[in-house]
């Protein structure tokens, strides 16, 4: 059977074509979903790509998390189909309320450069493949990824497991050092309590064929198409 | 009515662009500068007279949207 994977459209979003790209090459079907369509219906998975939706205009995600398109996705989460939100798009789901907490500017700059991020948890759909402890080189480029939440929050995602990816050295070590912009706890991807909805900075879908740079991306939409058809 | 409304930032949370204009200030000679916070002023025209109840309606335009309460606080100004 094939897995269908619903890659959501804002005015302003920009990594639409490589993630349906990267998706295809997994042998998934992929389709580009427009922020005012509602209908959700024969998708397996739903993907909010990069970029910048509405320009990042009054903060990141904050006019796209009112998309109509947002709703059918808040029904998809709710009943634990499985939801990425890459860059741009976690900003989204930080927005909507779907993951916890929020994204404040990088402590110093824009950063566009490779990094490297530990994977902390493998019972997501998304990391079902990895490793725990597993270190990804995958690229990052964004000027607001540096993820706050209040202390009772901070502790709750990590008492409850939900931080799934962290900033390291590429010796996979948990520092300042290792940490591009800030982010509290070197946070770089959580997740939902309920572990179906997924959040992170780096860019996946760029690091999906050596020649490129990285492949190391490729596992976590690997692994999110091989927990569907497990499922199936 | 012209309505204004200050979102601030609460001061405990990190204010990246405030650090960096800071340090930016001190290059071009205002070492006294010790600190800088940026926040948002939004200013709105709004139909209606009732100051109350467009005071209402704005503070739920910030609740909703004009503000993010992980890290934010408003402040709602209707002018009389």
Same mark, same amino acid.
């Given at each position: 059977?094939?897995?269908?994977?619903?890659?959501?459209? !804002?005015p302003?979003?920009?990594?639409?074509h490589?993630?349906?790209q990267?998706?295809?090459s997994? #042998?998934? %079907?992929?389709?580009?979903?427009w922020?005012?369509?509602?209908?959700l219906?024969?998708l397996?998975?739903?993907?909010?790509?990069?970029? !910048?939706?509405?320009g990042?205009?009054?903060?990141?995600?904050?006019?796209?998390?009112f998309?109509?398109?947002?709703?059918?996705?808040?029904?998809f989460?709710?009943?634990?189909?499985?939801?990425i939100?890459i860059?741009?798009? !976690?900003?989204?789901?930080?927005?909507? #309320?779907?993951?916890?907490?929020?994204?404040?500017?990088?402590?110093g =700059?824009y950063?566009?450069s490779?990094?490297h991020?530990?994977?902390?948890?493998?019972d997501?759909? !998304?990391?079902?493949?990895?490793a725990?402890?597993?270190?990804? =080189?995958?690229?990052?480029?964004?000027?607001e990824g540096?993820?706050?939440?209040?202390? %009772?929050?901070?502790e709750?995602l990590?008492?409850?497991?939900q931080?799934?990816?962290?900033y390291v050295?590429?010796?996979? %070590?948990?520092?300042?050092? #290792?940490?591009?912009?800030?982010?509290?706890?070197?946070?770089?991807?959580?997740?939902?309590?309920?572990?179906?909805?997924?959040?992170?900075?780096?860019?996946? %879908?760029?690091?999906?064929?050596?020649?490129?740079g990285?492949?190391?991306? =490729?596992?976590?939409?690997?692994s999110?198409?091989?927990?569907?058809?497990?499922?199936? | 009515?012209?309505?204004t409304?200050?979102?601030?930032?609460?001061p405990?949370?990190?204010?990246?662009?405030?650090?960096?204009?800071?340090?930016?200030?001190?290059?071009?000679g205002?070492g006294?500068v010790?600190?800088?916070?940026?926040d948002?002023?939004?200013?709105?025209?709004?139909?209606?007279?009732?100051?109350?109840?467009?005071?209402?309606r704005?503070e739920?335009?910030?609740?909703?949207?004009?503000?993010?309460?992980?890290?934010e606080?408003y402040?709602?100004?209707?002018?009389?």
């Amino acid at each position: 059977m094939t897995i269908r994977a619903g890659v959501v459209v !804002f005015p302003g979003t920009n990594c639409e074509h490589d993630t349906v790209q990267a998706l295809r090459s997994l #042998g998934a %079907e992929a389709e580009l979903v427009w922020h005012r369509d509602h209908d959700l219906s024969g998708l397996d998975g739903v993907v909010l790509p990069g970029g !910048f939706a509405h320009g990042d205009y009054l903060r990141t995600g904050a006019i796209a998390r009112f998309s109509p398109v947002m709703d059918a996705v808040r029904a998809f989460a709710g009943a634990g189909q499985p939801v990425i939100g890459i860059c741009n798009g !976690f900003q989204i789901l930080l927005e909507a #309320g779907l993951l916890p907490g929020a994204m404040l500017h990088n402590a110093g =700059k824009y950063v566009c450069s490779y990094v490297h991020v530990r994977v902390e948890q493998s019972d997501t759909p !998304f990391t079902g493949l990895c490793a725990k402890g597993q270190v990804l =080189k995958i690229p990052i480029a964004h000027g607001e990824g540096n993820y706050y939440a209040d202390p %009772e929050t901070v502790e709750a995602l990590e008492a409850g497991r939900q931080v799934i990816f962290r900033y390291v050295t590429p010796q996979g %070590e948990v520092s300042a050092e #290792g940490n591009p912009n800030g982010s509290l706890n070197n946070i770089a991807g959580i997740c939902n309590q309920a572990r179906n909805v997924v959040g992170l900075m780096p860019h996946p %879908e760029r690091a999906c064929e050596s020649a490129l740079g990285s492949a190391d991306g =490729k596992v976590v939409l690997e692994s999110v198409v091989s927990a569907l058809i497990a499922r199936a | 009515m012209r309505v204004t409304v200050h979102v601030t930032r609460r001061p405990e949370i990190a204010d990246p662009q405030g650090t960096t204009s800071s340090r930016a200030l001190h290059d071009l000679g205002y070492g006294e500068v010790r600190s800088v916070r940026i926040d948002r002023t939004i200013h709105m025209e709004v139909d209606g007279d009732d100051s109350a109840a467009i005071r209402a309606r704005v503070e739920e335009m910030c609740a909703r949207l004009l503000a993010n309460p992980v890290l934010e606080d408003y402040e709602v100004v209707v002018e009389p």
